[in-house]
């Protein structure tokens, strides 16, 4: 995947996709967020996305169905979900959680940022 795909954050969490959205395009990616089924059926019919993340906020069923979705409108886009965070926020290294997430990013679309 090139630096021009794009990457759609899937959940329910606002804080929470505002923050990996601000990690990602602080990293150089063009980055979409979506809060509903309905919107972001509409941002992957409208823009080339190369990776669709589904954050931990995001249902089991709902999960299956952002990802169906995803690939329907468009067979290359990959799909990674991020797991529930154990031990609670209070116990979370930032700087480390930051890097995991970005590193997971990266690799899942096989492209890291120079």
Known sequence: MSPSCSVLLFGYDEILLYTRREVLRHAGFNVFTACTLEDL???????????????????????????????????????????????????????????TFLGSVQSALNWTTR
């Open 41 to 99: 059926e509409i941002i992957a019919s409208s823009h080339r996305i190369g990776l669709l993340v589904i954050c931990s906020s995001v249902r089991l069923p709902d999960r299956a169905k952002a990802s169906k979705i995803a690939k329907d409108l468009n067979p290359e886009t990959r799909s990674m979900s991020l797991p529930e965070m154990s031990g609670g926020s209070l116990n979370v290294n930032h700087s480390l959680t930051t890097n």
